[in-house]
């Protein structure tokens, strides 16, 4: 692993100047703020005096490793909002914002006297992101939102999978990661909009349903065309061959994709069958994807063979698409990962230092920066009392939900 990265508060980034305020909880909202903190946005986290953020109950051998990744670059505030004075923190602060972040109930905000309407009463051109699991409009806005209910729905579990097994879900937060991404997005061009539009803010509404349900490709028209869903393929492609992970002599793996005639005539020849090229099973794409099993059973005796160390040299040197199937803990000393910096060493201040994603993506002229730890409970509470204007310290009361 390279030199540790330690934090620069004094840095800046390309969206210094802009002030988030976060109310939101777990992933999706995080994820949101996590990418605009990296890039220099002044991020306030609000949170329950003594519980905080339920992300930070993701934890591993008692650390919270997702809390320390994800919430890096931000300050956090503790506040009930619903004792007077947490309140009136949490109005004046948010007076001082561009963009607030929640993701409550559809109606909570409204319920609590700080809806939209009264909040641009107060700052015109605030950017308001709302996230919740199905919208803030149509017949389930109020059911329960959870990413796995999301990713169930949404047609891609369906899809992810082996013919033989059960639907998929994936292993992580994917509907709240990928809806996060779309959220970082849609606050950039609404503070564009607001820029360009005489300071005029608006309500973004995100739901984790239609990022994830985005991700499926064509499927909806697909359907329409043929009158039935995408069969789950296993690591296959249901529209283009060969595409497959393939075992290695030594137990590990290597990723294969042939999606241009050309590369597929290739791996052909590699393997040793150039005679596949004139084979009518595998002549063009439409008859590779309709005879890919006999065309794996081929390509695999071939890979069985060989390790994955010369399996890689061999096709590498072929100009063949192939490449090695990592876990992290193969890519945390990997030549690639290390020359790039995709992961990098920051320091920590329980651990000494901890692995984890580098700012994404290189800004070449007002690069993203890591400022900041991950927050403590409150940490910042009268740094930000004092930005201001508060005096005395608030009373550390309870939320309630």
């Not at 002549?283 to 099993?293: G, K, L, P, Y």
């Not at 007002?366 to 009268?382: L, M, V």
Request: net charge negative; glycine share 10%.
């Amino acid at each position: 692993m390279a030199d540790t990265h330690h934090f620069a508060p004094d840095q800046r980034g390309p969206l210094d100047g802009v002030r988030i305020v976060d109310m939101s909880r777990l992933v999706a909202g995080n994820m949101t703020t996590h990418v605009l903190a990296d890039y220099g946005a002044d991020v306030i986290k609000i949170e329950r005096p003594g519980k905080g953020d339920d992300l930070r109950n993701w934890r591993v051998d008692g650390v919270e490793v997702f809390w320390k990744v994800y919430a890096r670059n931000k300050r956090s505030m503790s506040l009930d909002i619903h004792e007077a004075e947490g309140r009136e923190v949490l109005l004046r602060l948010i007076d001082t914002a561009q963009v607030l972040v929640e993701n409550f109930v559809p109606g909570t905000l409204e319920r609590w006297g700080i809806g939209p309407e009264a909040l641009h009463a107060r700052n015109p051109g605030l950017v308001i992101l709302r996230v919740s699991g199905w919208g803030q409009t149509g017949p389930w806005r109020l059911r329960p939102g959870f990413g796995t209910l999301v990713e169930a729905m949404s047609g891609w579990a369906f899809m992810n999978g082996h013919a033989d097994k059960p639907p998929t879900l994936p292993p992580l937060a994917l509907a709240d990661m990928i809806a996060g991404l779309y959220g970082s997005a849609a606050i950039l061009a609404a503070l564009r909009s607001v820029e360009q539009g005489g300071g005029k803010g608006q309500v973004i509404d995100l739901s984790l349903f239609e990022p994830i349900h985005a991700m499926i490709g064509a499927e909806a028209a697909q359907i329409r065309l043929t009158g039935a869903p995408t069969p789950r393929a296993g690591n296959q492609s249901s529209h283009t061959a060969p595409r497959n992970v393939y075992q290695c002599s030594d137990g590990a793996y290597v990723a294969m994709s042939g999606s241009m005639q050309s590369m597929a005539e290739r791996i052909f020849e590699t393997i040793g069958h150039p005679e596949l090229k004139a084979d009518p099973r595998f002549v063009d794409n439409a008859a590779r994807v309709a005879n890919r099993d006999a065309l794996d059973a081929i390509i695999a005796a071939f890979i069985i063979t060989r390790s994955q160390a010369d399996n890689l040299a061999l096709f590498e040197a072929a100009g063949v698409t192939v490449g090695p199937v990592c876990s992290v803990a193969d890519l945390l000393d990997h030549p690639f990962v290390l020359g790039r910096e995709a992961i990098v060493e920051v320091e920590d201040r329980d651990l000494g230092s901890l692995p984890m994603h580098n700012i994404i993506p290189r800004f070449s002229v007002t690069p993203g920066a890591f400022r900041r730890p991950a927050p403590d409970i409150g940490e910042h509470n009268e740094e930000i009392r004092r930005e201001l204007g508060f005096g005395a310290r608030l009373k550390a009361v309870e939320v309630s939900s």
